[in-house]
């Protein structure tokens, strides 16, 4: 008998089977990941926008306070003024960056959306606290589905 190198056509086989087990089992898992990460990046993303809306207030106190509501959009309230303004419009300021500078694009990670410019923000300034606060007009944006 003569003594061969290699494998059989059985062993192949059942390192191929082996293999395309071990893919059926990984490749979801590493897709979930994948899309928790985006999720995850997105929702760090909106609120550190959020959060650069309430500099953007505090720097620009006399758009509450005048008749030239300058990018402020919606306001209502006496006392305590709150006031629609966009992820554009923090961009155009230049409080945040655009994702793609030459199409002036904020991106969605998770590709729900194609841009996020015309998010809106909700900026509140109390004239007695003097303080300004911020929230997402729509929080289904950054919530877990």
């Given amino acids: 008998m003569k003594n061969k190198k290699g494998f059989t056509l059985v062993e192949l086989l059942a390192v191929i089977v082996v293999l395309s087990l071990v ?3 990984a490749i ?6 994948t ?6 990046i997105l929702k760090t993303k909106v609120n550190l ?3 650069e809306a309430v500099i953007w ?11 030239n509501k300058g990018p402020l959009k919606s306001c209502t309230g006496e006392d305590i003024i ?3 303004i966009t992820f554009n419009d923090l961009a155009e ?3 945040i960056k655009y994702d793609n500078e030459e199409e002036k694009l904020i991106t969605d990670p998770t590709k729900k959306k194609n841009s996020l410019n015309d ?3 909700l900026l509140t300034y109390n004239k007695s606290s003097k303080k300004v606060s911020s929230s997402l007009k729509d929080p289904s944006l950054i919530k877990d589905n």
């Fill in 28 to 33: 979801p898992a590493i897709t979930k990941n």
């Fill in 35 to 40: 899309s928790s990460a985006k999720k995850a």
């Fill in 49 to 51: 926008i959020v959060d």
């Fill in 57 to 67: 207030g505090e720097d620009n106190l006399n758009y509450f306070l005048t008749s």
């Fill in 82 to 84: 709150t006031c629609e």
């Fill in 23 to 25: 893919m059926i089992i």
């Fill in 119 to 121: 998010e809106v923000i």
């Fill in 93 to 95: 300021a230049g409080y």
